[in-house]
């Protein structure tokens, strides 16, 4: 599991700037991220999957039954790929061992969470058969009117947790009730709801705390439970997008550090700077959307016989200077806690 939800890294290094020298801190966050458009969990009762389809004629794949009904059936790697949605190289040895006698999946939960205008599920289940039986969970997304797995890395903190704890309490975490004697459950519970608003963010942080903690304890297997439908109607937070961090500058005349990365950025300031200028660096704040990596720089230019300031701020993605008329101060709004950010267009992202 990805420590890119709960772990702080904090780094302090200094930056000479021609004449200024600037100290730095950098902290790693979560701030940014996208939007939950819908949020609703499920739990089922004595749904299991012993039976098979005779052919890839037969699959369809409209719900996410289905695909694991297909997985259950799957005897080649054209099969394999259209459950995959991409190409696919299993052994024989791997189509034997799916496919042995007394296999079968009962399956136990699931939440369905859309971003992104993407509908995704995690679904748990028991995989039972001649060996112990254990629990796993699994990573879902519909593409058109197809679901297939995935292999969405922004989920993979919310899928661990559904790896890890029972569908008893995870549905005492949705359904916001816990019972006496499970103080720890219940101190995440609560901070997973904030003024009866489920809060996702708060929600993988704190059992993700749990499970760091090493006191939780999980069964391999566990009793599937009775059926309920759970649906979130007001959903607070965000799916935090990775690799963020956030570094600020301020002045030390005893600095003799350098930071690359600000270095990179200052080089891509230059075009705006005039005669008898120089850049003094705010802040940047980097992360990963769509597996490019972005920064948002904030500097000012100093004159330096008048001392004057004016403040600028650009984003770079991939080491190219983008032009984004949307684009607002993201310290301000780190600092309001209330606003969205708009990086790309019809893609709602938000600041928490």
Same mark, same amino acid.
Not at 166 to 178: A, R
């Given at each position: 599991?990805?420590?890119?939800?709960?772990?702080?890294?904090?780094?302090?290094?200094?930056?000479?700037?021609?004449?200024?020298?600037?100290?730095?801190?950098?902290?790693?966050?979560?701030?940014?991220?996208? %939007?939950?458009?819908?949020?609703?969990?499920?739990?089922?009762?004595?749904?299991?999957?012993?039976? *098979?389809? +005779?052919?890839?004629?037969?699959?369809?794949?409209?719900?996410?039954?289905?695909?694991?009904?297909?997985?259950?059936?799957?005897?080649?790697?054209?099969?394999?790929?259209? #459950?995959?949605?991409?190409?696919?190289?299993?052994?024989?040895?791997?189509?034997?061992?799916?496919?042995?006698?007394?296999?079968?999946?009962?399956?136990?939960?699931?939440?369905?969470?859309?971003?992104? #205008?993407?509908?995704?599920?995690?679904?748990?289940?028991?995989?039972?058969?001649?060996?112990?039986?254990?629990?796993?969970?699994?990573?879902?997304?519909?593409?058109?009117?197809?679901?297939?797995?995935?292999?969405?890395?922004?989920?993979?903190? %919310? #899928?661990?947790?559904?790896?890890?704890?029972?569908?008893?309490?995870?549905?005492?975490?949705?359904? #916001?009730?816990?019972?006496?004697?499970?103080?720890?459950?219940?101190?995440?519970?609560?901070? +997973?709801?904030?003024?009866?608003?489920?809060?996702?963010?708060?929600?993988?942080?704190?059992?993700?705390?749990?499970?760091?903690?090493?006191?939780?304890?999980?069964?391999?297997?566990?009793?599937?439970?009775?059926?309920?439908?759970?649906?979130?109607?007001?959903?607070?937070?965000?799916?935090?997008?990775?690799?963020?961090?956030?570094?600020?500058?301020?002045?030390?005349?005893?600095?003799?550090?350098?930071?690359?990365?600000?270095?990179?950025?200052? +080089?891509?300031?230059?075009?705006?700077?005039?005669?008898?200028?120089?850049?003094?660096?705010?802040?940047?704040?980097?992360?990963?959307?769509?597996?490019?990596?972005?920064?948002?720089?904030?500097?000012?230019?100093?004159?330096?016989?008048?001392?004057?300031?004016?403040?600028?701020?650009?984003?770079?993605?991939?080491?190219?200077?983008?032009?984004?008329?949307?684009?607002?101060?993201?310290?301000?709004?780190? *600092?309001? *806690?209330?606003?969205?950010?708009?990086?790309?267009?019809?893609?709602?992202?938000?600041?928490?």
């Amino acid at each position: 599991m990805k420590k890119t939800i709960i772990i702080l890294c904090i780094s302090i290094f200094n930056i000479s700037i021609y004449s200024q020298k600037m100290d730095g801190i950098c902290n790693g966050v979560n701030n940014i991220g996208y %939007a939950i458009q819908l949020l609703e969990f499920s739990t089922y009762q004595d749904y299991k999957i012993d039976t *098979k389809y +005779s052919s890839i004629l037969d699959v369809k794949n409209e719900n996410v039954e289905d695909l694991m009904k297909s997985q259950y059936s799957v005897k080649n790697n054209d099969w394999l790929s259209l #459950n995959y949605g991409k190409k696919m190289n299993w052994s024989q040895e791997q189509f034997d061992r799916l496919n042995q006698k007394g296999n079968s999946l009962e399956l136990l939960c699931k939440l369905f969470i859309r971003y992104n #205008n993407i509908d995704y599920c995690i679904l748990k289940m028991n995989m039972l058969g001649d060996k112990t039986p254990k629990s796993i969970s699994i990573i879902m997304e519909k593409n058109k009117e197809r679901w297939q797995f995935s292999d969405n890395t922004l989920l993979q903190d %919310a #899928n661990f947790i559904f790896t890890f704890f029972s569908t008893n309490d995870l549905s005492k975490v949705f359904g #916001n009730y816990s019972q006496e004697g499970e103080k720890e459950l219940s101190n995440a519970i609560n901070n +997973s709801w904030v003024q009866n608003n489920f809060n996702y963010n708060n929600f993988i942080n704190s059992f993700s705390q749990i499970l760091f903690s090493g006191n939780y304890k999980k069964s391999s297997y566990e009793k599937a439970n009775k059926k309920n439908d759970i649906k979130l109607d007001i959903v607070k937070g965000i799916v935090p997008l990775s690799k963020q961090s956030y570094c600020y500058f301020f002045p030390n005349e005893n600095s003799n550090y350098t930071d690359n990365n600000l270095n990179s950025l200052i +080089s891509f300031a230059e075009n705006s700077k005039k005669e008898k200028e120089i850049i003094i660096p705010n802040y940047y704040y980097k992360f990963n959307l769509e597996n490019n990596e972005n920064y948002i720089f904030s500097y000012d230019l100093e004159n330096t016989e008048t001392k004057a300031k004016e403040t600028k701020i650009f984003q770079m993605v991939n080491n190219q200077i983008i032009d984004n008329s949307k684009l607002t101060d993201i310290f301000s709004q780190m *600092k309001e *806690k209330n606003n969205d950010y708009i990086l790309k267009e019809k893609k709602r992202i938000v600041i928490k």
